[in-house]
Each structure stands twice: as C-alpha cells, then as structure tokens.
C-alpha cells in the first residue's frame, strides 16, 4: 500500500458522496495503490450508511465505526492506526481542504518532506468570530508552547510513514495531532492554501468545542499556565508592601487608616487571580488523571475491511 487517505466523520451524511467523488479523483494517479479511510466517529445521522453505499462501489474505501463520538482528533488517530500505506493523507470530511492538492504535496514529499502541511492564506466562508479566535489561538499557542507549531495550519497534510510512526508512539490523551507532528520533528514544509467553505452540513465545531481544544493545545504543549500563580504571586508582594507603607504613613498622619476602597480593590483583585490559578491547577490536573486512567482511546464497533480487530486498543 503506498496512499492512505484519512478522514473523520461525524454526521456527514452530506458530505460523504461529494467527497469520495472528488477523492477518487484526486488519487487517480495511485489508484490501485490506495485506500480512503472513513472513520465515522459515533455518528448519528445516516453517516455509517453512506460510508457503506459508497464503499460498495469504491472497492479502496474502508469504514471503520468507532462504537461513540470521541472528538475529531482521536477519530483521526483511530484512522491513522488503520492506515497502512507509506504516505498518508489527512483532511476533513466537509471539503474544505481541496483533495486536489495532494498533487503538489506528493511532489514536496518526493523532494526529500517528511510532513507537507496546508497553512490557509485563507478562510472563506467562516465568520469574522471564528477567524479572529483562530487567528488569535495559533499566535497565543505559539508564544506559549515550548515547540514551535506551525501557524495556520490544520490537520490538512501529507506525512510520510516514519513520521507517523513517532506520532502513534505517542501515548497521550490528549492529541492534538498539528502539534504532535510539530514536536515529532523531522523535514516539515507548509504549502499555502485558500480555505474553501464547508461545502455541506454544518460545523462541529461549535464555541465550546473550539475552547476545549484550545485548552487541550494549550496544556499539551505549554507548562507556562503554571507558572502564572508565582508571577502573580510578585505582583501582590509587591501591592502589599505599597499599601503597607501608605497604611503606616496615613496611621502617623491622620491618626486613622482610611480606605476601604483600597482593601475591596485588592481582596477582590486577589481573589479572583486565586480563582484563575487554581483554575489551571485543575486544568493539568484534570489531564493527569485522564492520562493516569490510561482508558482505551477509543473502540471500534464494526469495519468494512474486516482488518481491524473488534476491540482495538491504543497501546
Ligand atoms: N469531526 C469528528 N468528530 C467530532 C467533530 C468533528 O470526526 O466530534 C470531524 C468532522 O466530521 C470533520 C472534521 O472533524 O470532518 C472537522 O470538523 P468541522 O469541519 O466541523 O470543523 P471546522 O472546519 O468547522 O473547524
Ligand atoms: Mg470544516
């Protein structure tokens, strides 16, 4: 097997006729050295169906049904697993990622690229809010991480086998794969894109999803959170020597030590950085007792390549 082209899927129904359609036609040139992984992750829609219709006439296609909804980056993780070929292929299921180019990432790879990814020079279609948080999400993620993520870029790329292999060696949890290919290393190149418009179907990808995988991100790839409560921690000795000095002076002055304004100010003030830092606190420790747990990532309840094991694990 030379291609392996991932996807997940959860309730895309829509979607997937169109794009298996445009697929095949984007691997034409290894066709019979391909195959398309469809990961339907817990679906409720009729998704599981059209991956069995389109996989009756498209003898590459295989589906693989994870047996409840684990989030977008374990559903790829679950297809990475299956995936067998020495380059693999990796977008979403809504064509939003143009499978057309594969072309120029094959030829990157053949230059000597162990990961090409997608960087969007573009979004269309998406709301100004939905921009501007990305856009402020990839340059925070940077100025925290400890490993340079590339900015922009989604989980749209074309990796090679050894470089997907680091990346399955990793055991976490928490995945945030962009940035697991990040910390991997190896020869990374991004290829500039425009964004296309969710072709069909709607976003999965509502707020509160969008803020747990920032936190995920952010607390996968940066201990500095952490380290907010000992900075804090300067700013309020140094609050109290400024105040005790101010509290001595009106004592000897005016007989009295006026302000209640000052005492509201900085109980509240300081109440609520303890809030925040033990908000974090409970972030990474949350993580700890996820990893610690050390569950299956994910199950599979049924596949139409009858390879995979019924239950498979990761590690
Ligand atoms: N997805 C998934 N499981 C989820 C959420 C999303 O498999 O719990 C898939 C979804 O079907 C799509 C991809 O992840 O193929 C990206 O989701 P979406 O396009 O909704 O995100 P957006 O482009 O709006 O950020
Ligand atoms: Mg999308």
């Known amino acids: 097997m030379y291609l392996?082209?991932?996807?997940?899927?959860?309730?895309?129904?829509?979607?997937?006729?169109?794009?298996?359609?445009?697929?095949?036609?984007?691997i034409a040139p290894w066709k019979d050295r391909a195959e398309i992984i469809l990961v339907d992750d817990g679906s409720t829609d009729a998704t599981w169906k059209a991956i069995e219709v389109a996989q009756a006439s498209c003898a590459q296609l295989v589906g693989v049904k994870l047996s409840a909804n684990r989030g977008h980056q374990i559903a790829l993780t679950a297809g990475l697993e299956a995936a067998q070929g020495e380059r693999i292929f990796m977008l979403d299921a809504d064509l939003q990622d143009p499978p057309e180019l594969l072309v120029d990432m094959m030829f990157m790879m053949d230059r000597g690229f162990d990961v090409v990814y997608g960087r969007r020079s573009e979004r269309q279609g998406e709301t100004m809010f939905k921009k501007a948080t990305a856009h402020l999400f990839y340059r925070f993620l940077n100025a925290m991480s400890d490993v340079p993520i590339p900015q922009d870029t989604g989980d749209f790329r074309l990796v090679n086998r050894r470089s997907l292999d680091a990346v399955l060696a990793?055991?976490?949890?928490?995945?945030?794969?962009?940035?697991?290919?990040?910390w991997a290393g190896f020869k990374q190149v991004g290829i500039e894109y425009i964004r296309a418009p969710r072709a069909l179907g709607e976003t999965k990808y509502p707020f509160r999803a969008m803020m747990r995988f920032a936190i995920d991100a952010m607390t996968a790839f940066s201990t500095k959170p952490l380290k907010l409560a000992t900075r804090l921690s300067f700013v309020s000795l140094l609050m109290a020597t400024l105040?005790?000095?101010?509290?001595?002076?009106?004592?000897?002055?005016?007989?009295?030590?006026p302000g209640w304004a000052s005492v509201v100010l900085a109980v509240s003030f300081f109440s609520g950085a303890q809030l925040l830092?033990?908000?974090?606190?409970?972030?990474?420790?949350?993580?700890?007792?996820?990893?610690?747990?050390?569950?299956?990532?994910?199950?599979?309840?049924?596949?139409?390549?009858d390879m995979v094991p019924d239950v498979k694990r990761l590690r």
């Open 277 to 305: 830092t033990l908000g974090i606190l409970g972030e990474y420790i949350g993580r700890l007792y996820v990893e610690a747990k050390d569950r299956p990532l994910y199950f599979v309840s049924d596949d139409t390549r």
């Open 4 to 26: 392996s082209v991932v996807i997940p899927c959860m309730n895309e129904e829509a979607s997937i006729p169109g794009l298996v359609t445009r697929l095949t036609q984007a």
């Open 243 to 257: 105040m005790a000095v101010y509290v001595i002076y009106s004592l000897i002055v005016y007989q009295t030590a």
């Open 170 to 182: 990793m055991p976490e949890k928490a995945r945030f794969i962009r940035g697991m290919f990040a």
